[in-house]
């Protein structure tokens, strides 16, 4: 079993920047790969970031390419998204995720144990 917890979440304005942190504990943390995903009310849970066990290969949806940054700190357990010139439809709860592997995954049904959730809110 992993537990996973996301913090970070907030009330930004249009342009401003977060950053997201998940805490992962009770196995090996280096041998997930990690990502990210967010879910807006009447949406489907949607891709945002993913990122290797090593840390050396990321992915991300277009829609936040050149603005969200995915990294890892193994020795510290610990993943982080880091968003920068947020926009409204960025509003979302958004997902810490660990899939069982090294390889990059990016669907959902793909990932193994997901957390609680934090609350992304960006003002027009």
């Known amino acids: 079993q992993v537990q996973l917890v996301e913090s970070g979440g907030g009330l930004v304005q249009t342009g401003g920047s977060l950053r997201l942190s998940c805490a992962a504990s009770?196995?090996?943390?280096?041998?997930?790969?990690m990502g990210w995903f967010r879910q807006a009310p009447g949406k489907e849970r949607e891709f945002v970031a993913a990122?290797?066990?090593?840390?050396?290969?990321?992915r991300y949806a277009d829609s936040v390419k050149g603005r969200f940054t995915i990294s890892r700190d193994n020795a510290k357990n610990m993943v982080y998204l880091q968003m920068d010139s947020l926009k409204p439809e960025d509003t979302a709860v958004y997902y810490c995720a660990a899939h069982k592997g090294i390889a990059v995954v990016t669907t959902t049904t793909e990932f193994d144990y997901w957390g609680q959730g934090t609350q992304v809110t960006v003002s027009s």
């Open positions: 990122i290797s066990w090593g840390g050396t290969v990321t």
């Open positions: 009770g196995r090996t943390f280096s041998m997930y790969a």
